[in-house]
């Protein structure tokens, strides 16, 4: 039975007015439980246990340590290519956006590659917009082949596929892949998703389950809180976390964690999660999962990174561009202007976010980051912090 018919029988409403409505003494008996169910994740989000947080916060802390040492595992997101075929309201990429494109060539890639390499990252996402012309699976394939042997641990973002195109990918030397479904809630997926084939909310649930079959064995979930109701969208990635877990056992699990930040554009959120309820957040995802990686980007402020680490992050990345050549001005001059998914020639800037093609020094990124500091910075604050930045998967590494 597919996720999708999983979900489609979950009682979301009852398990929302819950996480709405608990009481104190509710939160508590499922604190003092050791194997946690999806009402008792309700609970953990709640108002009333709100008033626990700190203890919450203690006990996610201690049970880090436990399963994954005093560790943070880092990565970087390398952007291959900023064209998209889809609209998807809330994204810098977002076909119609009249922003600045271009996809890296190998070369390119290898250049970032190299410069992130510098700064020690070995582990590598690639990220690249949904556009079957310029983002081909060879070309991703080629992409994967040429990095692999400096790599040894390499996710993908892209669009989903089926497994049989996902296998040659794998075999290139691809581990992980992530896939966020954005919002779990049908009626605000179909308002958010005007063009393009990710207006296929199925399609997109099923894709992990396809890349498991397909060889992958990091998997990455989240919503972007933002759109939705976020405890409406905790409780369905926490159900989809739980069949993963129990179906793709092989796998390594992460939930993500990005709120909405600012990108061309200037789609303003739905919704409001709070930076407290965000801690909240990890705690109950600790809780409720206690071997599943959770990952915090640069979409988060400094401080308020600084602070969710003790909580229960395991994983991080810094310095990070969401633009493709960020990194080094790679495809600079390959650089065009798009509207409505044409390219366009401009004699001045169109908008903030696409200055003149001519004295770009980089396309246009997905979105704002918030912690802007170095991976250098970054890493010298998880150790102030006691921890270890861990730049390699040891895991991956060592099955290579
Ligand atoms: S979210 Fe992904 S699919 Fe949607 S516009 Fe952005 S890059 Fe394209």
Aim: charged share 25%; hydrophobic share 40%.
């Amino acid at each position: 039975m597919s996720f999708v018919v999983e979900f489609n029988s979950l009682p979301l409403e009852a398990l929302v007015k819950r996480s709405q409505t608990t009481g104190v003494q509710a939160v508590r008996e499922s604190l003092a439980k050791t194997k946690l169910s999806l009402a008792d994740f309700a609970n953990l989000i709640s108002p009333a246990a709100t008033g626990l947080l700190e203890h919450m916060g203690r006990r996610s802390h201690a049970m880090t340590q436990q399963r994954f040492g005093k560790v943070i595992r880092m990565f970087a997101p390398l952007y291959l290519s900023n064209e998209c075929v889809n609209n998807c309201q809330y994204c810098g990429f977002s076909r119609d956006n009249p922003i600045l494109r271009v996809t890296l060539s190998l070369e390119d890639a290898k250049r970032e590659a190299q410069a992130l390499k510098e700064q020690g990252f070995r582990n590598l996402l690639l990220v690249a917009g949904e556009h079957p012309k310029f983002v081909s699976n060879s070309y991703l394939k080629d992409c994967i082949t040429a990095l692999h042997c400096d790599w040894p641990g390499i996710s993908l973002e892209v669009g989903p596929m089926e497994a049989a195109d996902y296998r040659p990918l794998v075999e290139a030397g691809a581990d992980g892949l992530v896939v966020y479904q954005e919002t779990y809630d049908r009626k605000v997926y179909a308002d958010m998703h005007t063009a393009g084939p990710k207006r296929n909310f199925d399609w997109r649930l099923e894709t992990l389950e396809r890349a498991y079959v397909a060889g992958f064995r990091r998997l990455g979930i989240s919503p972007l809180y933002g759109l939705a109701d976020w405890r409406f969208e905790a409780i369905s990635v926490a159900a989809h976390a739980d069949y993963l877990l129990r179906n793709c056992w092989k796998a390594q699990l992460t939930i993500s964690l990005p709120r909405l930040r600012p990108s061309a554009g200037e789609f303003q959120p739905l919704t409001h999660m709070t930076d407290r309820d965000l801690a909240q957040l990890v705690c109950a995802f600790r809780l409720m999962f206690p071997d599943v990686g959770l990952v915090l980007s640069t979409r988060e402020p400094a401080k308020l990174r600084d602070g969710l680490i003790p909580l229960g992050i395991t994983m991080m990345s810094a310095g990070s561009h969401t633009e493709p050549g960020g990194y080094t001005g790679a495809g600079k001059e390959k650089i065009h202007h798009t509207e409505r998914g044409r390219i366009v020639e401009l004699a001045s800037g169109a908008s903030e976010w696409a200055p003149t093609p001519k004295n770009a020094t980089n396309a246009t990124g997905q979105f704002q980051i918030a912690d802007e500091r170095s991976a250098g910075e970054v890493a010298e604050l998880i150790r102030r912090l006691g921890y270890e930045p861990v730049w390699k998967d040891w895991d991956a590494a060592l099955t290579a």
